[in-house]
Every structure is written in structure tokens, then in C-alpha cells.
């Protein structure tokens, strides 16, 4: 009987890193990430963040060891969040909200930055995903209660991609 060792490394360990993630559907996110901004956060949008979250750590099933060599760091995504928190301290109403859109709208270059600089180094990495589900997001707000669900969607895809092993 021939033993499958195109997941063991050299110490015989097994290692999922070398394994393929599975293409990702976003189809559920496109038909829907406008109304989780807008109007309501819903089961699909938990689900969401639960795949996108695994998605991110590149690893071909939930039970991988380690993260694929396309993941996104949680240092990587905590450099964008903190200034999503950053701004969210500063905007507590509608009135805020108003006052401080310039700070919203300029996230987007700051993630597009952040993308540039991971693969500047990285030739593929799952930032690029990153950055178009954040800026689809960032586009469909309209006011203060959008931003504030945005920042929760963010939030929950940072949980999951720690709960799943997210690299630092």
C-alpha cells in the first residue's frame, strides 16, 4: 500500500501549506454585501465572514495547521481596522458622520497603499481580495449607521481569520 506524502514535509510532519485553497465564491457577497450595509447585518453576512475569514489564511480546509503562503496577516488587516477605529471614535452620530466623510472616503487609498506594500514584497496575496470586498463596502455607506456596520463586518472577518489561525 503506497502512502500519500504530498503533505508531509521533511520531518514527515504534515504540512497543508503546499495544498491548493479552494477557489472562493463571492457570489453571495455581490448579490448582497449592499443591503448588510444599508439595512441589516444577516445570517448570510455571518456565514459570509466565516468563509472570507478562512479564505484569507489560505488553507485548503478549516483544519489545516498552517496558513498557506497567500494569507493575509492579522497585522495586515489590524493596520486598516485601526483607522476604521480610529475614525469611529471620531464619528458617534449623523452630525459627525457628515463632518468627518473625508476621513471615510479616504480609507479606501489607505487600503489601496497597504495592498501595494504587501505585494510589493509578495507577488500573489490575498490582500487583493481584501481590498475589493473593503472597498465595494466602503462605497455602499451613505451615513453614520452604515460606517458603524461596516466596521462590524470588518470586525467579524478579523475573528474569524484569527479563529482560523490567522499569521501574524
Known sequence: MAHDNKNKNRGGRND??????????????KEKY????QEEID???INFMDKFGLFLCDKSDKNASFPGFKAVTTSQMRNIFSEVKRIEVKVIDQEQYDKNRSYILLLRPKIAYSTARVLASKRDSRMIELREVLEKCLLAIENYQQFKRF?????????Y????????
Open 16 to 29: 497543508n501549506r503546499s495544498n491548493e485553497a479552494k477557489p472562493f465564491d463571492f457570489s453571495i457577497f
Open 34 to 37: 449592499k443591503k448588510w450595509i
Open 43 to 45: 445570517d448570510d453576512c
Open 151 to 159: 466596521s462590524q463586518i470588518f470586525e467579524g472577518i478579523i475573528a
Open 161 to 168: 481569520h484569527k479563529v482560523y489561525g490567522g499569521k501574524d
